[in-house]
């Protein structure tokens, strides 16, 4: 199995809130694994690849306004 090639976004400097992912899961094995960036040891959440993808679409179309 290929190992989960974490990244964090570009946008994180806000001093660690941050989560890290690893796409590069995404095509082969058709999950994108997500973790904490605080806590890189702690738990991972294995997301299917398509929910991931419709997710990053929504935060792109601003589609999670707060209320």
Do not use: W
Request: proline letters at 7%.
């Amino acid at each position: 199995m290929t190992d989960p090639q974490f990244f964090k976004s570009s946008y994180s400097s806000n001093g660690g809130d941050c989560i890290e992912v690893a796409a590069n899961l995404a095509v082969s094995h058709g999950i994108v694994p997500v973790r904490d960036s605080k806590n890189p040891r702690g738990p991972v959440l294995d997301l299917p690849a398509n929910a991931f993808a419709s997710f990053v679409a929504g935060v792109k179309a601003d589609g999670f306004r707060t209320l």
